[in-house]
């Protein structure tokens, strides 16, 4: 069996604190706190330009020490600040012992009400200081989470790839917080995304966490945590725009009239869709470019592979979809609009050329 003798379990709860967020005037206000700019700490050769863009901002809070399952978080937390509007509050839990012994706490950790309630409560007083420097500011309801337990030392096996060839199904178990026996297909379900960069670490990512072995893998977790904060944003983006086309759908169906003509309510409806269109638009090129992976083939491979699992490409599609839809309604009711002031003037016209008959008889 297995023996951890250092590691860290990073448990990730994703926010959208608004439309989007100025980094730089957000540092200038926490400035006291030690803010940082992320940047990917590469432990393998990559090209300069595998980065943020724009670098995150990160900073250090107080907390209230939270133990879950016999295990501390410690008084420190992790926020990351991203210029789409996101943070993420990242809790970090030391790992010691069998690695069997990871299982109580994978399943504590699961819907945590504790950790939710307190990130959740970091995450409202981190917007409240920033406030300023957020557009539409709102903490929304939504929060995704996502855990990562990185083993860096071990006793018991003499490569990552042993020990998980060993350990398959606490490995299984672990990535899907499950307490029951698991078959042999869910334990291969579980353990497909698997890959490695050398002979001395490994990585396993599944929809709920991931286990990541072997030290300097800071690189592979951010990875993870913005696969995650993107999931957030893609649920967050899809959730409105559902919102979005039931209003527009009601706009299609309102009954034509000469009142609904003459008042500002087409308009508006028009000027509603379209600014939801940009806005959304902006939102999903912004979380879609905001991390460039082009040349680091095993980043881009992790990432690849969290994006399946958080089926990432899927949320893609259907948003487009409904994006797609959105500006078939838009154009829908602004051809409506048109032939509805194209049938008035031709009234206005033959009624114009039926007064002047009725005067030309009169003044005859």
């Known amino acids: 069996m297995a023996v951890i003798t250092r590691g860290t379990c990073h448990a990730m709860f994703a926010y959208d604190l608004g439309f989007a967020i100025d980094l730089d005037r957000a540092e200038a206000v926490l ?117 990562v337990y990185h083993v860096e030392a071990w006793q018991g096996a003499a490569s990552p790839a042993e020990l998980l060839d060993s350990n398959r199904a606490i490995a299984a178990n672990l990535l899907r917080a499950e307490s029951a026996v698991l078959s042999r297909e869910e334990i291969d379900e579980a353990l497909g995304m698997r890959l490695s960069y050398g002979v001395g670490d490994a990585a396993v990512v599944d929809w709920n966490a991931a286990l990541i072995l072997g030290p300097d893998q800071d690189d592979a977790v951010d990875i993870l945590e913005f696969a995650n904060v993107e999931l957030l944003e893609m649920r967050f983006l899809d959730d409105q725009l559902d919102r979005s086309l039931a209003r527009a759908y009601a706009a299609v169906q309102r009954k034509p009239g000469l009142r609904s003509l003459l008042s500002h309510q087409t308009g508006a409806d028009l000027r509603r869709i379209a600014s939801f269109q940009v806005d959304s638009a902006v939102l999903f090129e912004g979380v879609n470019n905001a991390l460039k992976l082009v040349g680091d083939q095993y980043l881009a491979r992790l990432y690849r592979k969290a994006a399946e699992r958080l089926h990432l490409p899927a949320w893609d599609t259907s948003i487009l979809r409904k994006l797609g839809t959105l500006e078939t309604i838009y154009d829908k009711i602004a051809d409506r609009q048109s032939v509805r002031r194209m049938e008035v003037l031709e009234w206005i016209i033959i009624l114009l050329i039926a007064f002047e008959v009725v005067m030309s008889f009169i003044r005859g």
């Open 31 to 147: 400035s006291r706190e030690g803010p940082s700019r992320g940047t990917l700490k590469r432990a393998q050769r990559a090209p300069q330009y595998v980065e943020y863009q724009p670098p995150p901002l990160r900073v250090s809070r107080t907390t209230p020490t939270l133990t879950i399952a016999r295990v501390s978080t410690g008084n420190l937390v992790e926020a990351v600040m991203y210029d789409f509007g996101v943070v993420c509050i990242t809790y970090h839990l030391p790992l010691s012992g069998p690695l069997d012994g990871l299982l109580p706490l994978a399943q504590a950790l699961y819907e945590n009400e504790a950790l939710l309630g307190d990130s959740r409560r970091i995450a409202a007083e981190l917007l409240e200081s920033i406030r300023p420097a957020v557009d539409r500011a709102n903490l929304a309801s939504l929060v995704e989470d996502y855990f």
